[in-house]
Nanobody, 123 residues
Framework: VQLQASGGGLVQAGGSLRLSCSASKRTGSNNALGWFRQAPGKEREFVASISWRGTSTNYADSVKGRFTISRDNAKDTVYLQMDSLKSEDTGVYYC?????????????????WGQGTLVTVSS
């Protein structure tokens, strides 16, 4: 499985971006999908995850109320709508496919990872 993330870029604080991640084949339709990010000099951290049906989601406290994860199984794509962006949201964002059907936040529960897309929020 190959994951292709896109949608990153440079945005001012308070602005919005929408990330997309497409899978090369349908192995994610029964699996939860997630987004992680890694800021310069920091470890990769959980951002959001969504169940395979799309009916259950989980968010990091730092993004609750600002970010929204969604998925379209017909297109094998997961999205991350990011609003009210802050400078601390800057980092490389990675999408991933979980081994499980329910949302998880631990990186070791994901077995496929995309290459990442850079988000830079200027203050």
């Amino acid at each position: 499985v190959q994951l292709q993330a896109s949608g990153g870029g440079l945005v001012q604080a308070g602005g919005s971006l929408r990330l997309s991640c497409s899978a090369s084949k349908r192995t994610g339709s029964n699996n939860a999908l997630g987004w992680f990010r890694q800021a310069p000099g920091k470890e990769r951290e959980f951002v959001a995850s969504i169940s395979w049906r799309g009916t259950s989601t989980n968010y990091a406290d730092s993004v609750k109320g600002r970010f929204t994860i969604s998925r379209d199984n017909a297109k094998d794509t997961v999205y991350l709508q990011m609003d009210s962006l802050k400078s601390e949201d800057t980092g490389v964002y990675y999408c991933a496919v979980s081994r499980y059907s329910v949302p998880t936040s631990r990186p070791d529960t994901y077995n496929y990872w995309g290459q990442g897309t850079l988000v830079t929020v200027s203050s």
